[in-house]
């Protein structure tokens, strides 16, 4: 893994925990040592990544990301395509959720930031070992996604849209 792609991994895991994240943690996971994992905190912090440092390890305060929430709709089939076309334009795929009648919000964590994310995301789905929160809610579903700028959203936003993707308001 290539040291770029690991300091957005480590982003994603400090982004996505309500809790402190251990130095050997985030170690043992990339599999480099813990003089690396220091380093690259210390560069996401020059590059605007507000982390602190504490004695159980290291928290998020805030993100430089810009972040939207989107309502889609789209099949199966499309789920891939959708991915793609969101991490193709330079964007994270944070989560997803549904509005369900009963149980309320059903949400899951996802970044997604990767064509190999992607793929293994779907791989996932297609193996059968679960299937996607939207097939409970007919294909409507949200995602938060995260870039480096609004004008970023808005190419996401607008590509998503010319696929039909985005779900009408009503």
């Not at 994603?12 to 043992?28: C, F, H, K, Q, W």
């Not at 199966?76 to 076309?85: H, N, Q, R, S, Y």
Request: aromatic content about 8%.
């Amino acid at each position: 893994m290539k040291a770029i792609d690991r300091r957005k991994e480590i982003a994603a895991v400090l982004i996505s925990s309500d809790t402190p994240v251990s130095g050997n943690m985030l170690s043992e996971k990339f599999g480099v040592s813990r003089q690396i994992i220091v380093q690259d905190i210390s560069l996401l912090k020059a590059s605007g990544y507000d982390i602190i440092s504490t004695h159980n390890g290291y928290i998020l305060q805030s993100s430089p990301l810009k972040e939207r929430v989107f309502k889609l709709k789209h099949t199966t089939d499309d789920t891939e395509d959708e991915l793609t076309t969101i991490v193709s334009l330079g964007g994270t795929v944070a989560d997803v959720f549904v509005w369900h009648k009963v149980y309320g919000k059903v949400e899951a964590k996802l970044n997604i930031f990767s064509d190999m994310h992607v793929k293994q995301f779907i791989e996932g789905v297609r193996s059968g070992k679960s299937s996607e929160l939207m097939n409970i809610t007919g294909g409507y579903h949200y995602h938060t996604i995260r870039a480096e700028s609004d004008d970023i959203l808005d190419k996401i936003g607008e590509a998503l849209d010319k696929k039909g993707y985005i779900a009408p308001e009503i």
